[in-house]
């Protein structure tokens, strides 16, 4: 279901007047974001996954023994809701904590060879979700500039 489809229906069903928010910017986003991330849930239900641990085990991949905080961070996750995050990724055995070597107080996370594994599976499942958004945007080029002025936002 596309976002304005959805939006149609939503407004359909309940006769609300959205005008004053036709060009809210925040209305906007939250509104794409939902369907970004109904369309990637229904993409990946079968593999149980959701977009968060998608992300943390992409990450590791390139950032093997990141702080555990580094990592959070980075994906706009607070540190108390991360651990819950992490603990889940662990218990699948996707992903390993260990104490830094620079600092025993920091929890570090490597992704495990089974991890690995996991998202060569998610990749081709990715691949075409990322690519089905390319093609509802128009392209490449339209894509690069939604990124650019998403990046202004919070950069």
Do not use: C
């Not at 974001?33 to 149980?48: I, M, R, T, W, Y």
């Not at 093997?64 to 990592?71: D, I, N, T, Y």
Request: net charge negative; proline share 1%.
């Amino acid at each position: 279901m596309t976002d304005d489809h959805a939006e149609k229906v939503a407004q359909g069903a309940s006769k609300i007047d959205f005008s004053m928010m036709e060009d809210a910017v925040g209305y906007r986003l939250r509104r794409a974001q939902l369907a970004v991330f109904q369309h990637f849930n229904e993409s990946f239900s079968a593999k149980g996954l959701r977009p968060t641990d998608f992300a943390v085990l992409l990450l590791l991949t390139r950032n093997q023994g990141a702080k555990q905080s580094e990592v959070a961070e980075a994906l706009g996750i607070q540190r108390a809701n991360f651990v819950a995050i992490v603990d889940g990724l662990e218990n699948k055995g996707f992903v390993v904590r260990r104490k830094s070597e620079v600092d025993r107080r920091v929890q570090a996370l490597h992704i495990t060879d089974a991890g690995l594994a996991y998202l060569d599976e998610l990749m081709p499942i990715w691949r075409e979700h990322e690519e089905r958004l390319l093609a509802q945007l128009g392209g490449e080029q339209v894509r690069d500039q939604l990124i650019g002025l998403l990046k202004r936002l919070y950069d």
